[in-house]
């Protein structure tokens, strides 16, 4: 869905489309510097600019920035999600989980993972703490990540879809 902008725009046009993967890079490595600031607390400009340089040059992240993978996009939205859970906006986390999950199916993992964390975490804390407040945001952006993928399993079931996936070995042929 991402990538689409830049080639609507810019129809088979792969600058256009390598430069929106560098824009979203950037943006990424934006919402890191300021995780390291904010959540983390790193006060020394130095160590938090080296920290920032050598987390967007380490090669998973640097050499992704303009080679095509899927892989790359579920990263990138799984560090927009954490992003917007440090801010409190969690109707953009719940986006960008989404995002990170439809895109490739280790994105899935990822967030589940990092929100099933989440909920425990909060849970015991909680538990320990006896705080009378019982909502845990976390705990409705896994149910709206669910929800989503409900959806996409009864749109493929109830149009008689298939994917590559689902078609390994069998010999059927396209409703289109």
């Given amino acids: 869905m991402v990538l689409s ?3 609507f725009l810019f129809p088979n046009n792969l600058s256009a489309m390598e430069m929106e993967q560098v824009i979203l890079s950037v943006i990424a490595i934006f919402c890191i510097y300021k995780l390291l600031k904010n959540k983390w607390h790193i006060e020394d400009n130095i160590f938090l600019f080296l920290s920032t340089l050598l987390i ?3 090669p998973a992240f640097y050499s992704y920035t303009v080679a ?14 954490i992003y917007a859970e440090f801010c409190q906006k969690y109707f953009l986390m719940a986006l960008f989980a989404i995002l990170a999950t439809q895109t490739v199916e280790p994105g899935a993992l990822m967030v589940g993972a990092y929100l099933l964390a989440k909920i425990v975490i909060d849970l015991i804390t909680k538990f320990k703490s006896k705080n ?3 909502r845990i945001p ?5 149910i709206v990540m669910v929800s989503s993928y ?7 079931a109830s149009a ?3 994917t590559w996936s689902m078609s390994i070995g069998t010999n059927t042929e396209s409703d289109f």
Avoid: G, R
């Fill in 56 to 58: 967007s040059f380490i």
């Fill in 132 to 134: 009378k407040d019982s």
């Fill in 160 to 162: 008689k879809v298939t």
């Fill in 150 to 156: 409900a959806f996409w399993i009864l749109l493929h």
């Fill in 68 to 81: 095509m993978n899927p892989f790359y996009y579920a990263f990138i939205f799984f560090v927009y999600m």
């Fill in 5 to 7: 902008i830049s080639e």
């Fill in 138 to 142: 976390q705990f409705y952006v896994a």
